[in-house]
């Protein structure tokens, strides 16, 4: 097909494919209708690679597309070895991305949207470290088809927001080009655009047959190629249609296709060869084709192939389950997606694994109730794992009779100690203890010394945790430990010995860090992802709590990455939040809200959007701007559903601010401090909540009765006693600009308190700084600070996650190619945002950094 009216698109391409072979990584995202010429544009680009090595895979239209599909299809290209199923997605990221540092390259990957959730992954590991590497990506899509849960929005979403990667959208052809192409024909090109939208690939189809009738549709052209066939080869046809990745040569001659066959075929222009197999020169044209099928012919087609793929040795679940799906052959739809399930299982590809097992589940045949029910609660472990929280929790629940049909207490004691975690991390806490306190009955009335015994107190003890019920939760979890070491089993091992230490660091002990550090190592080296990501949630949760922000800073670079790898979006859900709270606490609030906007607007767990919320709330109100009215209820609503004073405390706190930040009289604060403040009887794991609520009470002229405070935290005390300076200096030293402002605000010294102000105006604080100079002008202090100008304020708080990573390195005097090396940025990159750190910060050069890294928080 003629290119026409895609100069600029071309260009673009062909600019990022002379980057690549300069070694400045970056790429291309198309996009554009069935037939818009998205793969006709790669293509010609392709042509003149610029000295690139050209790698072009595609994503399969299978019902749930095999995990890392593009990639097992171009591993030998890559000259890499990817073993199904059997390779970690981190080890698939390592591997692909040294082969690519290797040589230059032209990786193309296609028809994204029908890319599985491991694959994403790998692409966004690649983007990220793009400007690094001599790469050309180009990836293809329909948008139309890629909502806002699709795999690929992350991606997509990457990709708009790299300096190096350029979006193209390609329109329909105008009449003139129309014109150019019918030229010669007897075709009216007013005619042919009208009834083609412009669309390239119908209009050259029509163009193919000028002298027949114009068709009505992109069918009626393309069948048009096959109206001379006989019903044997139409017969092949078929076949091929009902293969949507592709059909392999090895299962050619098992199918009875001869070379004959395949010339005749090849006449039609329908088939093209890619991938080791026959595909259809466009999916517009294996639709056409797959039309052509009698109603009830589908099924027969797939059971021929699936025979065919048997019979050669195939060994693709993924494949074969679509095959015996449409087949209706139940006995290896389900045998196959098990297996299916199982390799995306291993490679950490929890998406897709758990569509196989729905899969498998609806193609169960089986009188036992028992086999059923275990295999949806494998089913309600993978919905978990990847934010379907809900959908978990109704499959847990429908095995409860089945349970019971069975007679299997044991069974009945796993599944409600399984829904006992998902109504905790759903925010239903009352439910979640019912549950498990349940699970444990059960079990202890079947095996009391089984592991289901076992596992249902480790979870009551961790829920009694949750709640600050130490001596309970430890008291349940030795309970757990007898069991593990009875049994030997390393899971519960390691269950029971994190919530020890974690009951442990929450209560103040310096050495508990240390050990459930180890723990998560432990967990890490036996390949339990899930325990160990749910291990760095709860010590990154009390680093920040606890207040080591550079400490917790080092936990996110590790667990978060290992969220993505492990494809375990609940637990990156959790811990985004906590990244938002920290970096609401360093004064860097841009980025606190770009992470509490990504909390809030995924569906994932509710337990994790209380901080969220409150930074979305706090935020604004600390700069003078309107914010989202019903963030400050919500996060109360939220925190009395999950019942713990770690979040009640937080949110009452954080009223009391905005009461003291407007003037304006807040009910809740007057009536709910006593009950708030009743839950603490001196318990360590809450006195820096406490603490913070103690404070602000006395700035809003508020009693404060707490019991024994000189057990709080040292900054606190040190605020209570009047020692205002101190507890500055020591929030200064922990890297907590608005904290050190307001302790200097507090004092009675007219330096101070304008020091404070100053701090404030240079943090971006607009409306607390307003409500420090109010007050100094109330008690007749002349010396407050004026208000600075928009274009003279530094302002920290404005960095991006990005931007923060930059100015954190350009603090330790990193160059600004070593900062692209280290951030798998380009140079050019690296300059426009080390330009945007130094405006934001009001600062000069790059020396004025290093110079006030800790005054900025960069340190």
Not at 251 to 276: C, F, I, K, M
């Amino acid at each position: 097909m003629r290119l026409l009216e895609r100069d600029h698109e071309l260009g673009v391409i062909r600019s990022a494919l002379a980057a690549a072979s300069r070694g400045e990584g970056g790429g291309v995202a198309v996009s554009g209708e069935p037939g818009a010429g998205k793969s006709t544009l790669i293509g010609a680009a392709a042509t003149d690679p610029v000295g690139l090595r050209v790698v072009r895979g595609g994503c399969d239209p299978l019902r749930t597309p095999r995990p890392l599909g593009p990639f097992l299809d171009t591993a030998s290209e890559l000259d890499i070895e990817l073993l199904a199923g059997d390779e970690a997605l981190t080890t698939v990221c390592e591997k692909v991305y040294d082969a690519l540092r290797a040589t230059p390259t032209l990786l193309v990957v296609e028809d994204l949207h029908w890319v599985d959730a491991a694959s994403v992954e790998v692409l966004r590991f690649l983007t990220h470290r793009s400007g690094s590497l001599p790469l050309a990506l180009v990836v293809s899509y329909r948008d139309h088809e890629i909502g806002p849960r699709h795999p690929a929005r992350a991606l997509l979403g990457d990709l708009a927001r790299d300096d190096g990667f350029t979006t193209l959208a390609l329109d329909p052809l105008s009449i003139g080009a129309v014109e150019q192409l019918v030229a010669g024909t007897a075709l009216a090109a007013d005619q042919v655009h009208q009834v083609t939208g412009g669309n390239p690939f119908f209009v050259a189809e029509v163009v193919k047959d000028p002298d027949r009738p114009l068709p009505a549709s992109v069918r009626d052209a393309v069948l048009a190629r096959a109206a001379d066939l006989d019903d044997a080869d139409l017969d092949v046809l078929q076949l091929v249609a009902a293969a949507p990745d592709r059909l392999v040569d090895r299962v050619l001659p098992a199918l009875g296709v001869d070379l004959p066959t395949l010339r005749r075929l090849q006449e039609t222009g329908l088939l093209d060869r890619a991938r080791g197999g026959l595909v259809f020169r466009h999916e517009l044209a294996r639709q056409a084709v797959e039309t052509t099928v009698p109603a009830g012919g589908s099924a027969d087609l797939h059971a021929r192939l699936l025979a065919a793929m048997e019979r050669v040795g195939m060994d693709e679940p993924a494949v074969l389950t679509h095959h015996a799906v449409a087949a209706h052959d139940r006995e290896r739809a389900f045998r196959y997606a098990r297996a299916a399930a199982d390799d995306a299982v291993r490679a950490a590809a929890h998406t897709e694994a758990a569509a196989f097992l729905e899969t498998a589940l609806d193609h169960l045949v089986t009188d036992d109730p028992r086999e059923r029910a275990e295999l949806t609660l494998e089913l309600a472990f993978q919905l978990y794992m990847t934010s379907r929280l809900r959908e978990a929790i109704d499959h847990v629940e429908s095995t409860m009779t089945l349970w019971e049909s069975a007679d299997d207490a044991a069974g009945l004691a796993a599944a409600h100690e399984m829904v006992a975690v998902f109504e905790y991390y759903n925010a239903r806490a009352e439910q979640a203890r019912s549950h498990a306190d349940h699970a444990s009955d059960l079990a202890r009335s079947a095996a009391p010394e089984d592991l289901v015994f076992g596992s249902a107190q480790a979870t009551r003890g961790y829920l009694a945790y949750r709640r600050g019920e130490y001596d309970r939760a430890l008291q349940w979890n030795d309970d757990a430990s007898r069991v593990a070491v009875r049994m030997g089993d390393d899971q519960l091992t390691l269950r029971s010995r994190f919530l020890h230490a974690a009951s442990d660091l929450a209560k103040g002990s310096g050495d508990a860090r240390a050990q459930l550090a180890d723990w998560i190592e432990a967990a890490r080296s036996l390949d339990l992802d899930e325990l160990a990501s749910t291990g760095y949630s709860n010590l990154v949760s009390l680093d920040v709590e606890q207040r080591r922000f550079r400490a917790a800073e080092n936990v996110l670079g590790e667990s978060l990455p290992f969220t993505v790898e492990k494809d375990i979006p609940i637990c990156r859900h959790w811990q985004t939040g906590v990244r938002s709270r920290l970096h609401f606490s360093q004064g860097h609030w841009s980025a606190a809200l770009e992470d509490a906007g990504a909390v809030l607007i995924d569906d994932g767990m509710p337990l994790a959007m209380v901080w969220p919320l409150l930074v979305s709330a706090l935020v604004p109100l600390r700069r003078g701007e309107a914010g989202p009215e019903l963030a400050l209820d919500e996060a109360a609503d939220l925190a009395a559903r999950i019942g713990e004073p770690m979040m009640r405390i937080p949110v009452h706190t954080a009223r009391v601010e905005s009461a003291w930040t407007t003037g304006d009289p807040d009910p809740h604060v007057g009536e709910g401090t006593p009950d708030v403040l009743a839950s603490y009887d001196g318990d360590p794991a809450l006195s820096w909540a406490v603490g913070d609520l103690v404070v602000w009470l006395r700035r809003l002229g508020l009693p404060t009765p707490v019991p024994d405070p000189e057990r709080l935290p040292e900054p606190y005390r040190l605020s209570l006693s009047g020692r205002h300076d101190e507890a500055a200096a020591w929030w200064h030293r922990t890297g907590d600009p608005f904290a050190e402002a307001m302790a200097w605000g507090d004092s009675e010294d007219p330096a101070h308190r304008s020091r404070g102000v100053e701090l404030l105006d240079r943090l971006g604080a607009v409306g607390t700084a307003d409500r420090r100079r109010a007050e100094l002008r109330r008690d007749g202090i002349a010396t407050a600070p004026a208000k600075p100008r928009a274009s003279t304020r530094a302002n920290p708080g404005g960095l991006t996650n990005r931007q923060l990573d930059v100015a954190r390195l350009v603090a330790r005097g990193f160059t600004n190619a070593e900062i692209a090396e280290r951030l798998y940025i380009s140079p050019k990159t690296t300059d426009h945002h080390v330009s945007a750190v130094l405006m934001k910060l009001g600062l000069g050069n790059r020396r004025q950094v290093v110079v006030r890294a800790d005054e900025l928080g960069l340190a």
